[in-house]
């Protein structure tokens, strides 16, 4: 698979530097590409939100291009993927089809904030988690179709 190139697009110089300086979009031994958020994210809990991952991608003939999160995703910021699989066809590398990821904020830390706001009788409090821009949050790999 090594003669296979994947054309990555940045969608500027501050965001190629971005995953320059983690080491790049692949790091040595690693399986797929990992990706991250281009700006800082608020979720809410139990709210889908799409996470633009700054890149354009040319998907080589014959392959399909799958989006799914790191192993640590979950254990770290308690988030999950908000679909079942994120898969990205050949043909959706125009100027405007950048990659998202599809997330949502759904662990016992969100469960608690809902439970807050519902025995706080109807006082709403809103509770946030931020994710920094710049964090690996997800990965992509190719596979044939």
Avoid at 40 to 62: A, H, R, S
Wanted: hydrophobic share 35%.
């Amino acid at each position: 698979m090594s003669d296979i190139k994947l054309g990555i697009h940045y969608l500027n110089d501050s965001i190629k530097a971005m995953y320059d300086a983690e080491g790049g979009i692949k790091t040595e031994g690693s399986f797929g590409f990992d990706l991250m958020n281009i700006e800082d994210i608020n979720y809410e809990p139990f709210t889908v939100q799409l996470v633009n991952l700054g890149l354009i991608v040319k998907i080589p003939d014959g392959y399909r291009l799958r989006i799914i999160p790191r192993s640590s995703t979950f254990k770290k910021y308690g988030l999950m993927q908000g679909n079942h699989t994120g898969l990205v066809d050949g043909d959706y590398c125009g100027p405007h089809d950048i990659l998202m990821w599809s997330s949502v904020w759904c662990d016992h830390e969100a469960v608690e904030a809902v439970g807050k706001r519902i025995r706080e009788n109807g006082i709403f409090k809103k509770v946030v988690r931020t994710i920094p821009a710049g964090t690996r949050l997800c990965q992509m790999f190719l596979e044939r179709n």
